[in-house]
């Protein structure tokens, strides 16, 4: 299946969650087969055999994709999830939105100092949420290995924010 086979299994909803923003729902993408596997295919491919231990995934969507990209490349998975949702010790890292602050927390031993670490989410749009687990990983000791994305929203410059990590989107809009 083509990029653009994929594209049009994503439906486009203007005016979400607030007027002026095209959101790109992925949830008419999972529930075809078909796409839904050629999506994680194309995700988990560039990091086949590359010695990645974890997979790091982003609340909410971030853990569709980061569960199954995990099991592809036969590495384990780690939830990053927003603040008093883990049941153990923490660390957080606070990140800016456009109106406001949000936080994301991971187990504070979820990482040992060296593991291999890919980190997954559905989108790239400003890097905000990307470059927090990146912080959250380092502050463990992790080696991030790369950084896969379903979806970049190329003009809001999120790569910018990531600071020369390996970078690995399937589709671009």
Not at 8 to 14: L, N, T
Not at 89 to 112: C, F, K, N, P, V
Not at 114 to 132: E, F, N, P, S
Request: net charge neutral; glycine share 10%.
């Amino acid at each position: 299946m083509n990029m653009d086979q994929l594209k049009i299994k994503i439906r486009h909803v203007p005016d979400f969650p607030k007027a002026g923003i095209l959101f790109y729902d992925i949830t008419t993408l999972l529930q075809e087969p078909v796409g839904f596997r050629a999506a994680i295919d194309s995700m988990a491919l560039p990091f086949l055999n590359q010695g990645i231990e974890v997979v790091v995934g982003i609340e909410s969507r971030g853990f569709i994709f980061g569960a199954a990209v995990a099991d592809r490349i036969d590495a384990g998975f780690i939830p990053v999830r927003k603040p008093g949702k883990l049941p153990s010790r923490t660390i957080r890292q606070t990140y800016a939105l456009e109106y406001g602050t949000d936080s994301l927390e991971m187990h504070a031993d979820a990482i040992r100092n060296g593991q291999r670490v890919l980190i997954v989410d559905d989108l790239l749009a400003t890097g905000g949420t990307a470059r927090a687990t990146l912080d959250l990983v380092q502050e463990l000791g992790g080696h991030v290995h790369g950084l896969a994305f379903l979806i970049e929203l190329v003009g809001l410059n999120g790569r910018e924010r990531l600071g020369g990590q390996q970078i690995h989107t399937v589709l671009k809009y």
